[in-house]
């Protein structure tokens, strides 16, 4: 199983510089687990810069895939993993979900650069 980080998502749906990268797991959708963390994250940057219409599609696609909440044991997992590797809460839900169901993160994050069973892929710089 794989879980797409929340600026995946947001860089797919933006047809960003790494869309590409996330395209080919984001769009096996039964293969997806979503952190209920992400649906928040990323409907509140969509509606943000586009409008909650547009924020209320995108998580309509994501909620295609199975939504994992958070219960208590994930939050204790989450709260050791984010001490463990220094890495923000949202990030650190998304570790202990991913390890949680033996699932693949895919980011463009450097927080979870150089952790295990992650795929990342370097941001692109911004030009100047």
């Not at 590409?20 to 509140?44: N, Q, W």
């Not at 590797?85 to 980011?107: E, F, G, N, V």
Request: with cysteine; proline share 4%.
């Amino acid at each position: 199983m794989n879980i797409v980080d929340s600026c995946g998502w947001l860089e797919y749906f933006a047809d960003g510089a790494n869309a590409d990268f996330f395209a080919p797991i984001i769009e096996k959708i039964e293969y997806v687990l979503v952190p209920s963390i992400c649906i928040l994250e990323v409907y509140k940057r969509v509606a943000q810069q586009r409008t909650e219409e547009d924020a209320s599609l995108v998580v309509a696609y994501m909620q295609q895939a199975q939504v994992i909440p958070m219960d208590g044991s994930l939050a204790l997992s989450a709260a050791q993993l984010g001490l463990k590797h220094k890495i923000p809460l949202a990030d650190s839900i998304i570790l202990a979900t991913a390890r949680a169901y033996d699932a693949i993160i895919w980011t463009q994050d450097a927080d979870f650069k150089n952790i295990a069973k992650v795929k990342y892929q370097e941001k692109p710089k911004a030009k100047k």
